[in-house]
C-alpha cells in the first residue's frame, strides 16, 4: 500500500476517534436511558451516519488503490463493503467475516437514516449499534489497521 493512501486511511482513523470521544457524553448517556425522541435519538442517528461514513471514506481509499476504481451505479456502497470481504489471488480480504453482518448493519443504518424523516427514527433500530460501538469500531480499526501494515 502506497505511503499516500496510508496517510489518508491514519487521518481517517482518527476522524473517526475524534467523532466517538466528541459524542461519548450522548453515547454514555445511551447506556443509561432510552435517547428521547426527537433530539437525543435524531442527534444519534446522525451520529451513526457519520460514523459508517468515516468507515467507508477508508474503505474507498484502501479498495481504489488495490482494485483502480471504485464501484458505481445505484447499489455502489454495497458493493464497495462486499469487496471487503473478498480474497483473490491478487488481494486479501479487507474484514474478516465476523464484520460482516456488523458493517452490514451500519450500512443499512446509514441508507435508512439518509432516507427517513427525523420523526421516523427510534430508538430500537440503532439499538444495538449505538450501544456495541465502541467494541465494534476497536475491531473494524484493527482489521483496517493490519490491512495496512
Aim: proline fraction near 2%; charged fraction near 30%; include cysteine.
Amino acid at each position: 500500500m502506497n505511503h499516500e493512501t496510508i496517510l489518508k486511511v491514519e487521518f481517517e482513523i482518527a476522524q473517526v476517534d475524534k467523532l466517538l470521544n466528541e459524542t461519548m457524553p450522548l453515547l454514555k448517556l445511551a447506556h443509561i436511558k432510552t435517547p428521547d425522541m426527537m433530539v437525543e435519538t435524531a442527534a444519534l442517528g446522525l451520529f451513526l451516519h457519520s460514523f459508517y461514513n468515516g468507515i467507508e471514506n477508508i474503505i474507498k481509499f484502501i479498495i481504489k488503490e488495490e482494485y483502480g476504481k471504485l464501484p458505481s451505479g445505484n447499489k455502489w456502497h454495497k458493493e464497495l463493503l462486499d469487496l471487503c470481504f473478498m480474497k483473490t489471488n491478487d488481494h486479501k480480504e479487507l474484514f474478516s467475516e465476523e464484520l460482516k453482518i456488523v458493517l452490514d448493519d451500519y450500512l443499512s443504518f446509514r441508507h435508512f437514516i439518509r432516507n427517513t424523516y427525523s420523526f421516523k427514527i427510534k430508538w430500537e433500530r440503532m439499538e444495538y449499534l449505538i450501544l456495541n460501538i465502541e467494541k465494534n469500531w476497536n475491531d473494524i480499526k484493527t482489521e483496517i489497521i493490519n490491512y495496512i501494515k
